[in-house]
């Protein structure tokens, strides 16, 4: 059997929380990211029938069932992913409508799967629904995104407008816009229903004083989503006390969308 330190959805995975963490988002044990991996994509590389532990969750995922996800532990820090993923990462496999996680490779410490699981599986059954090819939700903590919520109104509208006029692009890359939650206790079953609730309509969730979720087909998809999030966020804080002498318009916004075929989110522009 090949190594699984080999697998391409390890080595992506791998590198994309070493880029999360030199981009500045994951400082200590902050941040968190699952991808579900398919059991072919499993097959050359771990025996499946073998289960070291069996983890309750504390919640039920009743459409996750049989689905296999690779997942940053809790308490682990993303700096440290690649010297060690096996002390850092772990594979699971949901059985039990979502309230037992087998472990098939990793937490090698004894360890477990991140606090945020519950926000995590949540999303993914809510995004898979709406998407079958979904496979990633990624957390982390980007401090211009995260400044941003102490100085802006949180109303959802307003948030994805002020965004959107923040770069060209980011109509193009969002055109759903972002979601935004008011501080929670994080870490429970409460944000991570309020989470996958808020994900019905966005694949960005802002979780004001504290971070973002992403939600993505690949992880390149969902890493690009948040970067440019926070981009447009880091323009914002730049710009944000000065006098505006010009910015793009609605109707500018929309003919961005139109010329990149997305429909931007309905009620979103006044056009
Ligand atoms: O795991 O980011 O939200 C650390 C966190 C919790
Ligand atoms: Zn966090």
Known sequence: MASILDAPFMVELIRTTTNMYDHGWDERNGGNVSLMVDEADLADYLDVENVQRRIPTGFDAPTLDGRYFLVTGTGKYFKNVQYDPAGNLGIIRVTDRGRTAELLWGYADGGTFTSELPAHLMSHAVRLSQNPAHRVV??????????M??????????????????????????PEGVNVLPW?????????????????????VVWGQHGIYGAGADLDETFGLIETAEKAAEIYLKIAHLPILQTITDAELKQAADAFHVVPRAGFLDV
């Open 184 to 204: 929670m206790l994080c870490g429970t079953n409460e944000i991570g229903e309020a989470t996958a609730e808020k994900m019905k309509t966005a694949r960005l």
């Open 149 to 174: 919520t102490f100085v802006h109104d949180l109303d959802e509208r307003s948030f994805t407008r002020t965004l959107w006029r923040m770069c060209t692009e980011c109509i193009i890359v969002f």
């Open 138 to 147: 990624m957390h982390c903590h980007p401090a211009n995104l995260l400044a």
